[in-house]
Nanobody
């Protein structure tokens, strides 16, 4: 399987918003749980949110639920991450990937990572 494709990143001022999109170029990902990961500068990649294929399970790390919302459109196979009230510490490369989504965390094995999408929060 080809890696998923992330888009929607950019440069935004603190307090601003972005919506990231995750799509599959070679298949529909409707049957997969999907997770979003963030790699901040100089840090390891970390899972920050996920959504189950049925949309019944969502997970957010570190109280991000206050500002981030994960959703999916199973008519087109896309998964979104709406990010509001962005902070400089949200800066990083964001990736999406098939995972196993639990209410308390993200499970995954080997992932073929895509290019990611860069989010920079700066004034």
């Amino acid at each position: 399987q080809l890696p998923l494709v992330e888009s929607g990143g950019g440069l935004v001022q603190p307090g601003g918003s972005l919506r990231l999109s995750c799509t599959a170029s070679d298949r529909t990902s409707n049957s997969d749980d999907i997770g979003w990961f963030r790699q901040a500068p100089g840090k390891e990649r970390k899972g920050i949110s996920c959504i189950s294929s049925s949309k019944g399970t969502r997970y957010y790390a570190d109280s991000l639920e206050d500002r981030f919302t994960i959703s999916r459109d199973n008519t087109n196979g896309a998964v979104y991450l709406q990010m509001n009230a962005l902070k400089p510490e949200d800066t990083g490369i964001y990736y999406c990937a098939p995972v196993i989504c639990f209410p308390y965390g993200i499970g995954y094995d080997k992932i073929t990572w895509g290019q990611g999408t860069q989010v920079t929060v700066s004034s």
